[in-house]
């Protein structure tokens, strides 16, 4: 709430502080929902079908079940060039999902993106935050595995 | 002072040329407007008088000398030395593209759609779209639901023109609406859980451009080419919203506002719109009765005529949703009949309701209060009606005349109820049955608001013509119009009977209120009673 | 004078992102400047007598851009610094955010003297966490050092940068899209006029810089504007971010001067076509930049040179496509982006980049016929011009360029049943001319 406070004496108006709330409530509340949208119109005073044309709009919020790991490979024309298929397939063949899909178990969320500003480290993805770049397909299997192993250990640990 | 107001009050003028012609138009206009006025109609889908400019539809793009690209008249204003053609090769290639455009994902629905024949794409794509498509891909499938109460979406049908999501913003301030996703994804949607729920929410129907928002009312009722059209007025409150009643084989199916700046804007409320279904309702008063007896409505008057014709003085209890025709007509029977006394009866406030946009919905719910006070005196809703009423109740009256309009079902109310039974001859006109009829001599069906032709006086002062939904000829039953001037007939109080039109003659020579001013002269948009019409219109409404 | 970098020159080094390193290297002292002793007119004038041209993609002559902000209004003015880099192609300006984000703040810090701005905000596309982290890692140290907030400086004004993420929209890179963004709302693009300059965001007077742009004016002050022009082309000088990616050895970001030829950037900086294959086509701009074919490569790489090659220099985002490459798969791969970042407001874009999609699409999957190719054509003469904003332009400009200059991959396409890739994925599937009507 205070970091609320905060956004609020940096715009000239509320209703800008918007889309920077929509990162707290995501960050806080783990998702964007509908009742995290709802959540964050009452609190603005924002009529909350404003908010949802607005979290809607965007692709990168993350949305009601989306897996812990969001895989979102970049498909633009410079990963394509360099692979970005093969990444994808490679991620289909060992997690069982296509793109579009969460795994049952709700660990892996599996999208095509478009570019990410990264075209010199093609082909690339972005796990959640962080970008894991020149990929070789060995690079694929690695992360793969690293992440399966946080995502099991998350849930016995 | 105005944006286009020189120093010394005059307007400020801009000379531009418009398809080769010099033109002057009122400083500040956009070109689209601006063009009206010299009678070249620009198409336009996201554009509303009423809302705030969009600019996205884009097909009202015109050639303009201050720029390479086509610029979009909604937008774009007139200024000095300007050139538009409407008509160029440029213009009429844009307009034709973006035709195309609306049309690629378009689902061939015209035959299941009910905004077809009042579709602005289909005007569109007949004057300005190509006759075929070149479209031979899979079309975009978009959402298809209920988005409120009274209001659906075929989402596939969304021009995404945001004119419905633009009204709730601006108009009715509900924001209940907006558009989802991006792209040719974008839809209008609702947040789910909140439905669209406003009070002024059928108007969104009305202004959707194309068949995507569907009234629940009227889903698959009638094809509009087939319904008949008269321009009325709401009884459902003082607010007197102009509206268009539009009927099939006599029955009436839709009611959508009418443009009057004056009063309504382009709006009406959902109360009113949907407030014609009572006349079809189980509770509709629709057989004359004589202490019980079901009469043919010819016997009906002949049983009024015998009632007054043998009374003394007699009481009249008035509604409010009487015409001003059909209160002159009381009046001349009080008259006639010396010692009778005339008091009315208003049935309790609803909500008032006061929109963003200047829209009212008024507490009283009904339409001609002010038509009453003008004739029968400032009080007689008050102290008049209380006296009335006193009389009423220790049966001073033998015979009592009761008007029981309206939609409600409470009637008159309990004690005007006693009132009447008290009176040991009530005539008693209704609209529905209820308590208010026990004991009642005489029973006539009354019109609604909606079924009478005359005139209201709504609560600005502005009088304004009603048209009956019925066509001349095709009543039910006598209306109150004319089985009064029946009644007055056989008790030598008039010679021949008129229309309304004459009546309202007749009431502007004997009421200093409503002289100067005639049928014609209202025409649609009716007149202020304090302002006297300028002269004999030529081109004035029917009468 | 021999090339100086200026926005790179220290990114090897792990601390050049902080402020330390900064202000050891001689940083901010031009901002410093500027701010105690410069008048904001000799700003603007500096700037445009430097000829610096925006380094987003449209290369509008910022110093003229600053001066459309009417000076006489009393309405607080804003900076939105345009960090949404989304591009295809395009990575440099995450260079500077991350490895030099000081360089940027100065520049900014400058701008806002020049046009007497008190707020900026960086809109940063919300993918680039990282690039976020080091910004707003670099502004609290400015703060702290006082060199943002009150007295920048010992100058006395009031100058505040807020970092404000976008949420993945490519369309927020628009400028328009941008404020509408920044206002709390989807990032749909405005009607313009009015320009932002006169009517921005939040209703104020605005300017929209890019993150290169601001990055040059440290450098601008420190060196005057002849000697700045003296970088390249005289009207379109400076050091310059090129972006090099697709089919190369070392896909990068190269800091050249201004009109260094594009068959030097690829073949010298960028290590060549790689596995020792032929070069087919070459988009030097960004995807929105019309193609060039492998013997139209012989240009300059500046904006005015560019133009006159029918193509432009636009956010210098350079994707190398080597003689593997099928231009139907590639051109799908591209209708794709614009159709998915289309923000659905008007007609012809909204519709026009989903039809485009559609048909490459059905060329490379075995069911196009020849007229689809004019077809194309019409579709995008049909959205250019016609819009918003210029996003409709930039989906058609590929097309266009695409389906004429690689005519023989499209009729290939078209006559043997889709693209190779797609033939490969699908060997069984009978194909040959459509018999489409």
Redesign the interface.
């Known amino acids: 709430m205070k970091q609320y406070e905060w956004l609020l004496t940096?715009?000239?108006?509320r209703?800008?502080?918007?889309?920077?709330t929509?990162?707290l409530a995501e960050s806080d509340f783990g998702e964007l929902g509908?009742p995290e949208?709802?959540y964050v119109?009452d609190l603005m005073e924002?009529?909350?079908?404003?908010?949802?044309?607005?979290v809607?709009?965007?692709?990168?919020?993350r949305r009601a079940g989306t897996g812990k790991f969001h895989i979102q490979v970049c498909?633009?024309?410079?990963c394509?060039?360099?692979g970005s298929e093969d990444v994808v397939s490679r991620i289909t063949e060992r997690l069982g999902i296509h793109p579009g899909e969460t795994t049952p178990c709700g660990h892996f969320t599996l999208s095509k993106?478009?570019?990410?500003?990264?075209?010199?480290?093609?082909p690339m993805l972005?796990c959640n935050?962080?970008?894991h770049e020149d990929l070789s397909l060995e690079d694929v299997d690695q992360l793969i595995e690293q992440l399966r192993a946080e995502a099991e250990g998350g849930q016995n640990g | 002072m105005a944006e286009n107001q020189t120093n010394d009050g005059t307007v400020a003028m801009t000379r531009w040329q418009l398809n080769g012609q010099e033109v002057e138009n009122p400083t500040g206009m956009t070109i689209m407007e601006a063009a009206k006025d010299h009678g070249i109609e620009i198409p336009c889908f996201c554009y509303h008088p009423g809302l705030s400019i969009a600019g996205n539809c884009r097909i009202c793009m015109v050639e303009s000398n201050r720029s390479p690209k086509p610029v979009i008249s909604c937008s774009e204003k007139i200024a000095d030395g300007l050139v538009i053609e409407t008509e160029s090769e440029l213009a009429v290639s844009s307009r034709n593209s973006v035709m195309e455009f609306q049309l690629i994902n378009h689902p061939l629905d015209c035959p299941v759609c009910d905004k077809s024949g009042e579709c602005t794409l289909q005007d569109h794509s007949y004057e300005h779209g190509p006759d075929r498509s070149r479209f031979v891909e899979d079309k975009n499938i978009r959402h298809t639901k209920e988005l409120g109460p009274t209001i659906s979406i075929w989402g596939n049908r969304c021009i995404v023109c945001t004119r419905c999501v633009r009204f709730c913003d601006e108009i009715s301030g509900t924001s209940e609406l907006c558009i989802v996703e991006r792209g040719d994804r974008s839809v209008v949607d609702v947040f789910p859980e909140i439905p669209i729920d406003n009070q002024l929410a059928g108007n969104t129907v009305d202004i959707c451009p194309v068949g995507a928002l569907i009234s629940h009312d009227f889903k698959y009722e009638a094809r509009v080419w087939n319904m008949d059209r008269k321009d009325s007025v709401c009884g459902g409150c003082s607010r007197g919203c102009n509206i268009e009643v539009e009927t099939l084989d006599g029955f009436v199916k839709r009611l959508m506002p009418r443009e009057n700046l004056e009063v309504n804007d382009w709006w009406m409320c959902d109360e009113g719109r949907y407030g014609w279904r009572h006349l079809y309702a189980d509770d509709r008063l629709s057989q004359a009765t004589r202490d019980g007896t079901a009469l043919e409505d010819d016997s009906a008057t002949a049983a009024l005529e015998q009632l007054l014709s043998e009374s003394g003085p007699v009481a009249f209890l008035i509604d409010p949703y009487l015409t001003c025709e059909e209160m002159h007509l009381v009046q001349g029977l009080a008259a006639s009949r010396p010692g009778s006394i005339v008091g009315g009866w208003l049935p309790d406030d609803g909500d008032a309701a006061n929109f963003p946009s200047g829209f009212k919905i008024s507490a009283a719910k009904y339409p001609n209060r002010s038509g009453a006070e003008h004739i029968f005196g400032a009080q007689v809703f008050g102290d008049d009606a209380k006296e009335l009423q006193k009389s009423l109740l220790s049966s001073d009256f033998p015979t009592v005349v009761a008007f029981c309009g309206g939609h409600l079902s409470t009637g008159p109310g309990e004690s005007w109820a006693k009132a009447l039974s008290s009176t040991p001859t009530s005539i008693i006109f209704s609209v529905k049955t209820g308590p208010w009829l026990e004991g009642a001599s005489l029973v006539l069906p009354a019109t609604a608001p909606i079924e009478k032709d005359g005139t209201w006086i709504n609560e600005d002062g502005r009088l304004q013509r009603t048209r009956s939904c019925w066509n001349p000829g095709t009543e039910p039953f006598s209306v109150e119009l004319v089985r009064l001037q029946t009644l007055q007939n056989a008790l030598d109080i008039r010679g021949r009977s008129l229309s309304a039109a004459g009546i309202f003659r007749e009431l502007a020579a004997a009421n200093d209120s409503f002289a100067g001013h005639n049928h014609s002269d209202l025409g649609s948009p009716g007149l202020l009673l304090a302002e006297r019409p300028a002269g004999i219109a030529m081109d004035g409404g029917s009468e | 004078m021999t090339f100086r970098k200026i926005l790179t020159q220290h990114i090897a080094e792990a601390d050049c992102h902080t402020l330390n390193f900064y202000q050891r290297n001689g940083g901010y002292s031009q901002a410093k400047k500027s701010l105690n002793e410069h008048q904001p007119d000799d700003l603007i004038e500096l700037v445009k007598a430097a000829n610096l041209r925006g380094r987003g993609g449209a290369g509008f002559p910022t110093g003229v851009k600053w001066s459309f902000v009417p000076k006489s209004s009393d309405k607080p003015k804003y900076l939105v610094v345009n960090a949404d880099e989304s591009e295809p192609g395009t990575f440099k300006d995450r260079v500077i955010m991350e490895k030099n984000p000081h360089l940027l703040l100065e520049g900014i810090l400058i701008c806002c003297k020049a046009v007497n701005i008190q707020t900026a905000y960086i809109y940063i596309r919300g993918e680039f966490v990282f690039a976020t982290q080091r910004l707003q890692q670099a502004i609290d140290e400015a703060y702290e050092a006082g060199i943002l907030g009150s007295d920048c400086l010992g100058s006395g004004l009031h100058i505040d940068v807020t970092v404000h993420r976008g949420a993945g929209a490519y369309i927020c890179g628009e400028e328009t899209g941008m404020l509408t963004s920044l206002e709390g709302d989807r990032g749909q693009p405005k009607l313009k006029p009015p320009f932002p300059a006169i009517e921005g965001v939040f209703g104020c007077p605005t300017v929209v810089n890019n993150v290169e742009t601001l990055a040059n004016l440290p450098y601008i002050l420190e060196i005057g504007a002849e000697a700045y022009c003296a970088i390249g082309p005289e009207k379109s000088p400076g050091p310059k971010l090129f972006c090099v990616s697709g089919h190369v050895e070392n896909p990068g970001t190269f800091e050249l001067p201004m009109g260094i030829p594009l068959r030097a950037l690829i073949d010298e900086h960028a290590g060549g076509v790689w596995k020792g294959r032929k070069l087919k086509a070459v988009i030097p701009g960004g995807s929105s930049a019309h193609v060039l074919t492998a013997e139209e490569c012989d240009v300059a790489m500046d904006i005015e040179s560019l133009s006159a090659a029918g193509t432009m220099l636009g956010s210098a985002g350079v994707i190398v496509m080597d003689d593997s490459t099928c231009m139907v798969d590639a051109l799908v791969n591209l209708m794709r982006f614009y159709h998915h970042e289309s923000c659905g407001q008007c007609t012809p874009c909204r519709e026009g980049t989903g039809w485009l999609e559609k048909i490459v699409h059905r060329i490379a999957h075995g069911d196009g016929r020849m007229e689809d190719l004019d077809l194309v054509l019409d579709v995008c003469d049909r959205m250019v011009g016609k819009t918003i904003c210029a996003l409709a332009d930039a989906a058609a400009f590929p097309a266009q360029s695409i389906v004429t200059k690689f005519q023989d991959d499209f009729v290939a396409a078209i006559q043997n049943g889709g693209s190779p890739a797609w033939k490969k994925r699908h060997p069984s599937a009978v194909g040959g001319t459509a018999s489409h009507g």
């Open positions: 940096r715009y000239p108006t209703r800008a502080a918007l889309l920077p929509l990162r509908v949208m709802r119109a924002i009529p909350p079908a404003f908010v949802f044309g607005v809607t709009f965007y692709t990168h919020y498909s633009t024309l410079s394509a060039l360099r993106v478009e570019c990410l500003g990264s075209c010199d480290t093609a972005q935050d962080d970008y």
